[in-house]
T-cell receptor
C-alpha cells in the first residue's frame, strides 16, 4: 500500500465546475504540500499545510491531521487549470525528517 | 529571483551508455534533492545533500547511479551504464536549510532506447 494515496487518478471537468482532489496518508508528517505539474513543465508549489485551511485565489487546501486527509479544491475551474496535481507529505521522524513522499498525482483536464 | 536550473532539458541515449545531469539550485539554498519521476508516478527521492554532504541516498541505485555536490552549490547526477527502466524525468529541487518548502527545477527528460 502506498503511503500517500490520491483520488481520483484522472478527472475531467467542464469549465466553471467546482473540483475536489483528495489525498490520504498513513505516515507521521510535519507538513503536506500540494504541487502542480504542467505537461513538459516543472513542479510548482501551491500550498504547504500543517493544519486547517489555506486559500489562494480560486484554490483552497484543507487538512485534517487526525484523519490524515487533505483536499484541494478549485472553484470556477478554467482550462488553464489543466495539469497534474500532486500531494506530497513531509516526514517528521528519524533520519528521514524533511523528506517528501509523493502521491502519484491526479491528472485534471478542464474542457471549455 | 532565479529559479532552480537544470540541463539538459532532454536527453536520448542507448542502453549501456552513460549520461550526466546538472543542477544549479537557488542561491543560498543549502539543501539539494534529486528525484526520479517515472511516467504516471509521483517523484521518488534519489539523494539529498546538505551543503556538500549526503543526508539520504537510501533509494539511489548505487551500482549505476552517482551524484556529487563538491562545492556545496551545483550538483551532477550520473547514470553509468543506463538501463531502459531509467527512462524518466529527473527533477532537482532545493530549499533553505531547515525549511520544508522545496523549489523544483524544470527537470531533465531522459529516454533510454
Amino acid at each position: 500500500k502506498n503511503e500517500v494515496e490520491q483520488s481520483p487518478q484522472n478527472l475531467t471537468a467542464q469549465e466553471g465546475e467546482f473540483i475536489t482532489i483528495n489525498c490520504s496518508y498513513s505516515v507521521g508528517i510535519s507538513a503536506l504540500h500540494w504541487l502542480q505539474q504542467h505537461p513538459g513543465g516543472g513542479i510548482v508549489s501551491l500550498f504547504m499545510l500543517s493544519s486547517g485551511k489555506k486559500k489562494h485565489g480560486r484554490l483552497i487546501a484543507t487538512i485534517n491531521i487526525q484523519e490524515k486527509h487533505s483536499s484541494l479544491h478549485i472553484t470556477a475551474s478554467h482550462p488553464r487549470d489543466s495539469a497534474v496535481y500532486i500531494c506530497a507529505v513531509c516526514l517528521n521522524y528519524g533520519g528521514s525528517q524533511g523528506n517528501l513522499i509523493f502521491g502519484k498525482g491526479t491528472k485534471l483536464s478542464v474542457k471549455p | 529571483e532565479a529559479g532552480v536550473a537544470q540541463s539538459p532539458r532532454y536527453k536520448i541515449i542507448e542502453k549501456r551508455q552513460s549520461v550526466a545531469f546538472w543542477c544549479n539550485p537557488i542561491s543560498g539554498h543549502a539543501t539539494l534533492y534529486w528525484y526520479q519521476q517515472i511516467l504516471g508516478q509521483g517523484p521518488k527521492l534519489l539523494i539529498q545533500f546538505q551543503n556538500n554532504g549526503v543526508v539520504d541516498d537510501s533509494q539511489l541505485p548505487k551500482d549505476r547511479f552517482s551524484a556529487e555536490r563538491l562545492k556545496g552549490v551545483d550538483s551532477t547526477l550520473k547514470i553509468q551504464p543506463a538501463k531502459l527502466e531509467d527512462s524518466a524525468v529527473y527533477l532537482c529541487a532545493s530549499s533553505f536549510y531547515g525549511e520544508e518548502t522545496q523549489y523544483f527545477g524544470p527537470g531533465t527528460r531522459l529516454l533510454v532506447l
